[in-house]
């Protein structure tokens, strides 16, 4: 696990100020400690040097941090695309089955396909908020296949729609799949070292700056402490989409579950209503 799983944990809004704060404060701390035990002649003579490597490193660093993001961002917009495909796969086999003909053949397929859902709402996902794979929810969907294998279609439509319900079957797992795939792509634990070191390397260059009055070196530093610290919270957060608390819910399958349970609600009361 990355150690941004482990930061994921923190609330988001207390993270991104503890990560803004901390920036800033290496950015001013240090800054104040290095006038103090430098001699500025020495920086003076090596302004324009200092200024020129400072200018050269932000820049690659701006560049390391401007790609990273944009993979992890990339990775991102992959995953709630897979998720939003899968979700509509989910929700046109709940419908398949729902007005399937023959309702005595659909029902144990209903069963095990809500049973299935119910998983992934319970398990599952919760399981991948830490980043750890589900054993009941594969099961469950193998039940799916195995029910549905044994439908018996009686006549030319029936045959037609157990064709389509394979087919958003087939789809589902296939989304499933690499939503269950995604849970890997995170940043790499060493790629971490260079993000963390490039920011220790160029607040120092910061720090080497020549600048006569000192609380503005303070305050330029501290600041560039604070936007460094405002992009490791925005990799920190896209680098897990279903961990923190800005995770990606499972709308599709607490819609499906919310239909089924409105559905037997209006059944009973229903039957309630016959019977009086």
Known sequence: MAISY???????????SLLILSGALAGGLGTYLFRRHIKLKIL???????GFLFLAIA??????????VLVVWEQLNETHSNLSKEGSSALSLYHDIKFYPDTTESKKLMTAYIDFVYNVIDEELPNMQMLK??????????????????????SQFQIQLVT?????LNELSTYRGLRIASIDTEIPSPMWLPIIFGAFITLMCAMLLDIEHTRIHLIITGMLGAVIGMFLFILIVLDHPYTGSHAIKPKSY??????????????LLNNNKSNK
Do not use: C, G
Request: net charge neutral; hydrophobic share 40%.
């Open 6 to 16: 482990y930061l994921l944990q923190i609330p988001s809004v207390l993270l991104f």
């Open 59 to 68: 820049s690659f660093y701006a560049l390391l941090l401007s790609f990273v």
């Open 254 to 267: 607490k819609e499906i579950f919310t239909l089924e349970r409105w559905d037997t609600d209006k059944t």
């Open 164 to 168: 389509q319900m394979f087919n958003h």
């Open 44 to 50: 003076r003579s090596h302004n324009e040097v200092t």
């Open 133 to 154: 794979l589900s054993r009941k929810t594969p099961e469950s969907f193998s039940k799916v296949f195995y029910e549905m294998e044994h439908l018996n279609p009686k």
